[in-house]
């Protein structure tokens, strides 16, 4: 079962500021119900209107503890996006040092979480 979390921050009249959780917080429990592995096809966040890196290191940082249901995560890596707003949109990551490595940081201690579970069984 796949769903999209896209922050598009306050770029556009409809969006403002918002968390991953209060995107997603209210779809997980409906996809669970379903008993089948989740994915978020479209995982990403716009600059515009807060923090990037915080909404990063927030949204990953306890997502396997709180969601065990996601199973995969695609990152929206997109520069040029003009689908949905006449401006073209940057969605990329790799330009942003400091935002890789809290990305890669957060998902390396998923890692490190699921090893020491493993060894405590």
Known sequence: VGAA????????YWSKW????????N??????????PIMIAEFACLSYGGDRADWYEAALRN????H?????LVFFHVMGDATV??????????????LTQIIARQISRWYDENE?????N
């Open 5 to 12: 979390v896209l922050n598009y921050g306050n770029v556009a």
């Open 18 to 25: 918002w968390t991953f959780e209060e995107i997603f917080g």
């Open 27 to 36: 779809k997980y429990a409906y996809l669970a119900a379903l008993n089948r």
């Open 63 to 66: 997502l396997p503890r709180r």
């Open 68 to 72: 065990p249901e996601i199973k995969a």
């Open 85 to 98: 707003t006449p401006q073209a949109l940057d969605w990329t990551l790799t330009h942003d040092s400091t």
């Open 116 to 120: 020491s579970a493993n060894r405590s």
